[in-house]
């Protein structure tokens, strides 16, 4: 199987900073990589597919890079409501993968 | 409106039985692949199963091959988890999640599967 190891594990930050999330496989993935926010009690909720295709209704302050085994979600300008835990996904494989997710949490 | 509704969820003993139904709406069910995703308490989210459209491709987790089968109804618009051999780690908050060949684009808001004894 091919595995996802996302940095760091958690993170704390302040309304309007800049955050960046890692994503890396253990094998390339070409793009097949995809991003989910998830808050407490609630489904996880499609942010970005295809590595940096952002998904209809995001907000843009949401974007994703990257190709082959590193990929990088970013959030220009983080907002009260993005507060949430992060997981990457890889489709690259018939059994797909996510990473262990990354918790965003007010400083 | 896209929805999935679970149900099915509920306290069962080891080694125990249990089917799960993902009841579908607001899109046309029989042309997109379906997902089920579960999430252990506090834990992240595990991919356990897909099915393709019209039941061609079927894949499993490791963890619950030969123990977990998924199946369609396309004429009730409806998904299953059949889950036996059950084990404590199998206890979770069960997704159902319509998806394209990438990535899941709808989920459902869960059922809840406690294995114990």
């Known amino acids: 199987d091919i595995q996802m190891t996302q940095s760091p594990s958690s993170l704390s930050a302040s309304v309007g900073d800049r955050v960046t999330i890692t994503c890396r496989a253990s094998?390339?993935?070409?793009?097949?990589l995809n991003w989910y926010q998830q808050k407490p009690g609630k489904a996880p909720k499609l942010l970005i597919y295809?590595?940096?295709s952002l998904q209809s209704g995001v907000p843009s302050r949401f974007s994703g890079s990257g190709s082959g085994t590193d990929f990088t979600l970013t959030i220009s300008s983080l907002q009260p409501e993005d507060f949430a835990t992060y997981y990457c996904?890889?489709?690259?494989?018939?059994?797909?993968?996510f990473g262990q997710g990354t918790k965003v949490e007010i400083k | 409106e896209v929805q999935l509704v679970e149900s099915g969820g509920g306290l069962v003993k080891p080694g125990g039985s249990l089917r799960l139904s993902c009841a579908a709406s607001?899109?046309?069910?029989?042309?997109?692949?379906m997902n089920w995703v579960r999430q252990a308490p506090g834990k992240g989210l595990e991919w356990v199963s897909s099915?393709?459209?019209?039941?061609?491709?079927?894949y499993y987790a490791d963890s619950v091959k030969g123990r977990f089968t998924i199946s369609r109804d396309n004429g009730k618009n409806s998904l299953y988890l059949q889950m036996s051999s059950l084990r404590a780690e199998d206890t979770a908050v069960y997704y159902c999640?319509?998806?394209?060949?990438?990535?899941?684009?709808?989920w459902g808001q869960g059922t809840l599967v406690t294995v114990s004894s």
């Open positions: 094998q390339t993935i070409s793009s097949y």
């Open positions: 996904q890889q489709s690259y494989s018939t059994t797909w993968t």
């Open positions: 099915i393709s459209s019209s039941y061609s491709y079927i």
């Open positions: 295809a590595a940096s």
């Open positions: 607001g899109f046309s069910f029989s042309s997109y692949t």
């Open positions: 999640a319509r998806a394209t060949r990438w990535y899941c684009d709808y």
